[in-house]
């Protein structure tokens, strides 16, 4: 069973700060053990970072992504990975493909961009903080 949060919640949380959000998001992936994106017929959700490097958005739970399937994004919806798939296959796949992430974007913030694995290895380490 995945988590999701309430309407209140997702307006609340959205309105933080992009630190506070991705202490959030630490939270609940660890809670959970899943991460959200987006993904369309076409295949997953990108953004970009000012320089034009492609960024894979991410979200701790459905709901907050579906509060951003708007605009370019209209067409695509929630779709849940594991964090043993995202720290052992999408984190290689992402650097490979010279990608970052976006952690917990909303439709008025691009989130945290990071590394690939700059967040796995946060990830894994609030995972063993958690234990």
């Known amino acids: ?67 951003c399937c708007v605009d370019e994004w209209a067409r695509h919806t929630p779709r849940a990975i594991s964090v043993a798939d995202w720290i052992e296959k999408w984190t290689p796949g992402m650097t490979t493909d010279l990608r970052g992430v976006a952690v917990f974007p909303t439709p008025a913030d691009s989130g945290i961009v990071m590394e690939p694995q700059e967040l796995a290895n946060a990830i894994s380490e609030a995972m063993e903080e958690y234990e």
């Open 1 to 67: 069973m995945s988590y999701d949060a309430n309407e209140h919640e997702v307006a609340s949380v959205t309105s933080h700060s992009g630190p506070e959000r991705f202490s959030y998001f630490l939270s609940k992936v660890t809670d959970w053990e899943e991460v959200w994106s987006l993904a369309d017929d076409e295949g997953w959700a990108l953004s970009a970072d000012e320089s034009g490097r492609q960024l894979v958005p991410i979200w701790p739970a459905k709901s907050f992504a579906s509060a």
